[in-house]
T-cell receptor, first 112, second 114 residues
Framework: SQQGEEDPQALSIQEGENATMNCSYK?????LQWYRQNSGRGLVHLIL???NEREKHSGRLRVTLDTSKKSSSLLITASRAADTASYFC????????????WGAGTKLIIKP | DSGVTQTPKHLITATGQRVTLRCSPR?????VYWYQQSLDQGLQFLIQ???????AKGNILERFSAQQFPDLHSELNLSSLELGDSALYFC?????????????FGPGTRLTVL
């Protein structure tokens, strides 16, 4: 069953603007991860946030986690054309039997 | 470059056939995960091996099987192929037995069943 669901499904913004993507999940988690996938390529890990953390930064990326709302957001600041990709969240639910549960992804397009 | 290699990159075959996809994890990683990604879809977890043993099973069809060898490389076998099996197949590796750390993904094998 789908644990993580990203919102929006697709997002198109101008280069230089900020992009925000959201992920909601259903059950309690140990951690939540964000990955990027360039078209047809393998996924690349961006950031991992643990259930006892509320915010994490990595370069132009900022991830927040609200366990009370079972949601996370990924903010990309000062977007660049190279940020064009699909972004996925993945959670390891406490009852996930060692699996990461993946959302369907947000397709981000940065217009030059 | 993630350090995970997958072969072949592309595979075109006919319905009813059998294929084998191969994955070599990053040096030192004991876990290998297999995923299926259909066109413009999210990832479907298939199966995980940890140090040669099956650790977790996802939505893997009975026509599919996998194994991890003593040198830690893994193979995913797909048999009695159907048109709907056309997809990207990724393997990923990690140093942990559970999904607690990041996974490193290979470039994928694109399977086309005609």
């Amino acid at each position: 069953s789908q644990q993580g669901e990203e919102d929006p499904q697709a997002l198109s913004i101008q280069e230089g603007e900020n992009a925000t993507m959201n992920c909601s999940y259903k059950t309690s988690i140990n951690n939540l991860q964000w990955y990027r996938q360039n078209s047809g390529r393998g996924l690349v890990h961006l950031i991992l946030i643990r259930s006892n953390e509320r915010e994490k930064h990595s370069g132009r990326l900022r991830v927040t986690l609200d366990t009370s709302k079972k949601s996370s957001s990924l903010l990309i600041t000062a977007s660049r054309a190279a940020d064009t990709a699909s972004y996925f969240c993945a959670t390891d639910a406490l009852d996930s039997n060692y699996q990461l549960i993946w959302g369907a992804g947000t397709k981000l397009i940065i217009k030059p | 470059d993630s350090g995970v290699t997958q072969t072949p990159k592309h595979l075109i075959t006919a319905t009813g056939q059998r294929v084998t996809l191969r994955c070599s994890p990053r040096s030192g990683d004991l876990s290998v995960y297999w995923y299926q990604q259909s066109l413009d879809q999210g990832l479907q977890f298939l199966i995980q091996y940890y140090n040669g043993e099956e650790r977790a099973k996802g939505n893997i069809l009975e026509r599919f099987s996998a194994q991890q060898f003593p040198d830690l490389h893994s193979e995913l076998n797909l048999s009695s192929l159907e048109l709907g099996d056309s997809a990207l197949y990724f393997c990923a590796s990690s140093d942990a037995g559970g999904p607690y750390n990041e996974q490193f993904f290979g470039p994928g094998t694109r399977l086309t069943v005609l």
